[in-house]
Each structure stands twice: as C-alpha cells, then as structure tokens.
C-alpha cells in the first residue's frame, strides 16, 4: 500500500458538521483505492457513531419519540425520515450484532434482540464495537446496504501471474 492522496467527506457529530479529509492507499497489486475512515466515521453514512448511538439510545432504549431522539442526539432539525432509516436498519441487524459481538460480551437477558444489541453495545462502547465488528468481521454497524454487502457474494480474483 502506497499512499494515494486524499478525498473530502461530510461528517456531523455532536458538535462537529464539516467537511474532513480522509486518507487513501493504492495497493499496488491489485490497483485499488483504500481508504482509511476515522474510527468514529461509519462507511456511506454522513453522520458518526455517537451521533447514531445517541439516537438510537433515546429511541430504542429508553423509548422517546424519534423528534426527542434528535434532540437527544443533538440533531433537533434532523428529518424524521433519518430517523426511521436508522431504526429499520438497526433492527434488521440487531441478531447480527448480538452473534458477532458474543466475541466480546456475554449476550445479556433481554425480551428481544433489538433490546439485547443495545445493551452488548452499550457494555462494550459503541465506537469500540464498531471498531472491532468493521476490522475484524467487515460489518457495518447498522448492515451493508444491499449493492454492498460483501457477505452472499461471488468473488473472482484474477491469478497475479498467467499460468504457464
């Protein structure tokens, strides 16, 4: 991997919404483009983990509408739309979540998967899972979105050198 310049990205945080730079690698063997996201930044989302944590804390956990979850999140001009998203796709992965993060924490008793996700996460610090479920398993915090999920998905990588 050699260094291959830089892109800017949008990001909103609690009290961050701004543009960053983030870093990209070109691997020379397959000539492709890398980059290195912040840990706090998830992959094709615009806001960070502890923006949807809040979120999904407020909404999920202690069940406050999704307007008071927004402010709860510091984003009280956020749509109603991103809030719904953020739910739908947290609950679609929450028995993802709770199988790939038992590597981490033991499962707790809880009435449904979704309540179970919360509290493994909130246990193990959300930046902290994200950090381990992307490294190491290549998940995404609230699941890939259907054109990029890796897992399901035929691979063919061309041989480096041609047979003889």
Known sequence: MT?????????????????????????????????????FALPYLRFSVSVIALFLVARLLQGVTLAAAAVAATQPDMSYQRGQFWVRRFQRQAVALCAALAALAAP??????????????????W????????????????????FLAPDGRCTALRPAARPV
């Open 3 to 39: 260094a291959h310049g830089f892109y800017s990205r949008t990001l909103v945080d609690a009290d961050f919404d701004g543009s960053i730079r983030v870093r990209r690698y070109l691997c020379r063997s397959c000539k492709r483009t890398v980059s290195l996201l912040p840990e």
């Open 108 to 125: 707790p008793p809880a009435p449904n998967f979704v309540r179970r996700a919360m509290e493994m996460l909130q246990s193990i610090g």
């Open 127 to 146: 930046i902290a899972a994200h950090r381990f479920l992307f490294r190491d398993l290549r998940c995404h915090l609230l699941g890939w979105p259907a």
